[in-house]
């Protein structure tokens, strides 16, 4: 694959020790991200999977500009195409494959699934297949977080289709009243499954809506992982400050079909341009040519840590593969909350 990139002065971020190890930490969970979803591709084609998996292939910038953004602590939501979003907050790959497969290991006893996932100890509240549902729960999460006092942060991704929705709007506009510590992100793919941006928005961008409920938006290059990073560190440090919430959109690209498999009866999109993405504005091949350029990493080290992250994702399938299902009775489990009323 070939990408061409100018050669650019080295950012302040990557600046030193700290500055090299976050840009290797940037490479590592966009690979994390990426090769576990190419591992899902295969497990769909083996017939391991129990469901039809979303893939954010082509989005992985976005999805880890943005969550290196937080801490481990702030909360985020995400929605049906979710399995970056915990990887990309740092969780650990063989319980989330476990749930994939629907196993007893996986970080929602194998309940949850594909379009369900969440996993408290990166924060991840969970996700849902149906659009724009998280929405109003990761605004929850900012009013909690404010009620405590706790400095917490909450993270809400959505799509261009879920960008028209009811509740976005409803949301935007309590949290902005109240100055809750949210940012709504904004991966704007194009797509609302078959239905293009340009004819479901009323406007070219989705940040343009921010003006409507008085808080700051942005629009940035979804493929370029550091100016997702700046954006949403920017949001985080407004919110966390008390400053209220942001808006982020980033323009990024849906490499596959909305679901892997999924074939749609009237092509609507050019399949020659989907193919040129590979090779123009895939996030991943875009960083390793500036990493290159910077001369942060070499070759062989980028390999390397493509070659660690690999072995990573192939122990995870075998964790997936080798764990149990869980029992019937498990059906019954985590139905009602718990409760600290007596009767």
Same mark, same amino acid.
């Given at each position: 694959?070939?990408?061409?990139?100018?050669?650019?002065?080295?950012?302040?971020?990557?600046?030193?020790?700290?500055?090299?190890?976050?840009?290797?930490?940037?490479?590592?969970?966009?690979?994390?991200?990426?090769?576990?979803?190419?591992?899902?591709?295969?497990?769909?084609?083996?017939?391991?999977?129990?469901?039809?998996?979303?893939?954010?292939?082509?989005?992985?910038?976005?999805?880890?500009?943005?969550?290196?953004?937080?801490?481990?602590?702030?909360?985020?939501?995400?929605?049906?195409?979710?399995?970056?979003?915990?990887?990309?907050?740092?969780?650990?790959?063989?319980?989330?494959?476990?749930?994939?497969?629907?196993?007893?290991?996986?970080?929602?006893?194998?309940?949850?699934?594909?379009?369900?996932?969440?996993?408290?100890?990166?924060?991840?509240?969970?996700?849902?297949? #149906?659009?724009?549902?998280? #929405?109003?729960?990761?605004?929850?999460?900012?009013?909690?977080?404010?009620?405590?006092?706790?400095?917490?942060?909450?993270?809400?991704?959505?799509?261009?289709?879920?960008?028209?929705?009811?509740?976005?709007?409803?949301?935007?506009?309590?949290?902005? #009243?109240?100055?809750?510590?949210?940012?709504?992100?904004?991966?704007?793919?194009?797509?609302?499954?078959?239905?293009?941006?340009?004819?479901?928005?009323?406007?070219?961008?989705?940040?343009?809506?921010?003006?409507?409920?008085?808080?700051?938006? #942005?629009?940035?290059?979804?493929?370029?992982?550091?100016?997702?990073?700046?954006?949403?560190?920017?949001?985080?440090?407004?919110?966390?400050?008390?400053?209220?919430?942001?808006?982020?959109?980033?323009?990024?690209?849906?490499?596959?079909?909305?679901?892997?498999?999924?074939?749609?009866?009237?092509?609507?999109?050019?399949?020659?341009?989907?193919?040129?993405?590979?090779?123009?504005?895939?996030?991943?091949?875009?960083?390793?040519?500036?990493?290159?350029?910077?001369?942060?990493?070499?070759?062989?080290?980028?390999?390397?840590?493509?070659?660690?992250?690999?072995?990573?994702?192939?122990?995870?399938?075998?964790?997936?593969?080798?764990?149990?299902?869980?029992?019937?009775?498990?059906?019954?489990?985590?139905?009602?909350?718990?409760?600290?009323?007596?009767?």
């Amino acid at each position: 694959m070939t990408v061409s990139t100018e050669p650019t002065a080295l950012p302040a971020e990557f600046a030193g020790e700290q500055g090299r190890a976050l840009a290797t930490e940037m490479m590592r969970r966009m690979q994390r991200v990426r090769l576990f979803e190419e591992a899902t591709v295969a497990l769909f084609h083996a017939g391991d999977l129990p469901a039809m998996v979303h893939l954010s292939i082509g989005q992985e910038a976005a999805v880890v500009g943005a969550c290196l953004a937080t801490e481990t602590s702030d909360y985020m939501t995400g929605n049906h195409r979710s399995h970056g979003h915990p990887i990309a907050k740092g969780a650990q790959l063989d319980a989330l494959m476990a749930e994939l497969l629907g196993k007893a290991t996986g970080v929602c006893g194998g309940k949850g699934g594909s379009m369900h996932l969440a996993d408290f100890s990166v924060g991840s509240l969970g996700e849902s297949g #149906i659009v724009g549902s998280a #929405i109003p729960v990761a605004t929850g999460a900012g009013l909690a977080a404010q009620v405590k006092g706790s400095g917490q942060v909450a993270l809400c991704f959505f799509g261009d289709g879920a960008a028209s929705e009811g509740v976005l709007h409803e949301s935007m506009n309590i949290a902005s #009243i109240w100055r809750l510590p949210v940012v709504y992100f904004c991966e704007n793919n194009g797509y609302a499954v078959s239905v293009t941006a340009s004819e479901s928005l009323s406007v070219p961008d989705v940040s343009m809506r921010a003006a409507g409920y008085s808080m700051p938006g #942005i629009t940035v290059d979804g493929q370029d992982v550091l100016a997702v990073y700046r954006a949403t560190a920017e949001a985080v440090a407004r919110a966390r400050a008390g400053d209220g919430p942001s808006l982020v959109e980033a323009k990024t690209y849906r490499f596959h079909e909305h679901a892997y498999g999924l074939v749609v009866p009237r092509p609507y999109r050019d399949q020659s341009v989907v193919d040129s993405w590979f090779e123009t504005v895939d996030p991943v091949q875009l960083f390793h040519a500036r990493l290159l350029d910077w001369g942060l990493l070499s070759e062989a080290e980028l390999s390397s840590l493509r070659d660690e992250v690999q072995s990573e994702v192939d122990a995870a399938v075998e964790f997936a593969k080798d764990s149990p299902h869980p029992p019937p009775e498990a059906a019954y489990a985590d139905v009602y909350a718990p409760s600290e009323v007596s009767a």
